[in-house]
C-alpha cells in the first residue's frame, strides 16, 4: 500500500518562506509525478504544483507562480514545496498528490491516484 507523508506545515507571517515536504512509501509505486493540491475552507481543492519525473519538468498554479519552487530528492520519493512571499490567500491545507502512470493533465486532480492527508499551512496578516 503506497501511502504520502506530508510534513513542515505550520505558522507563518505574511512575506515569510515555508517548505512543506511529501515522503512516498510502501507497495511497488513507479513515480511518474508528485506534487501538491491546497484546498482552503469552503473553496474547491485548487493545483498547486507538481513535478514530472519523467520530463523533469515542473508545472504551477497561477497564483504561486514565481514564489514557490517545487524540488525532489530522486532517491528518498520526496518532493518539497518551497513556498516564498507568503499571503494570507496562500493558507489552506495543503494535499500531496502522486501519479504512477500517465493520464490527462497535471493540473487536474484526476491525473493523480494517491493522496496524503494534507498538512495545514496558515498565513498570519
Known amino acids: 500500500q503506497v501511502q504520502l507523508v506530508e510534513s513542515g506545515g505550520g505558522l507563518v507571517q505574511a512575506g515569510g518562506s515555508l517548505t512543506i515536504s511529501c515522503a512516498a512509501s510502501?507497495?511497488?509505486?513507479?513515480?511518474?509525478?508528485m506534487g501538491w493540491f491546497r484546498q482552503a475552507p469552503g473553496k474547491e481543492r485548487e493545483f498547486v504544483a507538481t513535478?514530472?519525473?519523467?520530463?523533469?519538468?515542473?508545472y504551477f498554479g497561477d497564483s504561486v507562480k514565481g514564489r514557490f519552487i517545487i524540488f525532489r530528492d530522486i532517491s528518498k520519493r520526496t518532493v518539497f514545496l518551497q513556498m516564498r512571499s507568503l499571503r494570507p490567500e496562500d493558507t489552506a491545507l495543503y494535499y500531496c498528490a502522486a501519479a504512477d502512470f500517465r493520464r490527462g493533465n497535471w493540473y487536474d486532480r484526476s491525473a493523480y491516484n494517491y493522496w496524503g492527508q494534507g498538512t495545514q499551512v496558515t498565513v498570519s496578516s
Open positions: 513535478f514530472d519525473w519523467g520530463e523533469g519538468k515542473t
Open positions: 510502501g507497495g511497488t509505486f513507479s513515480t511518474v509525478a
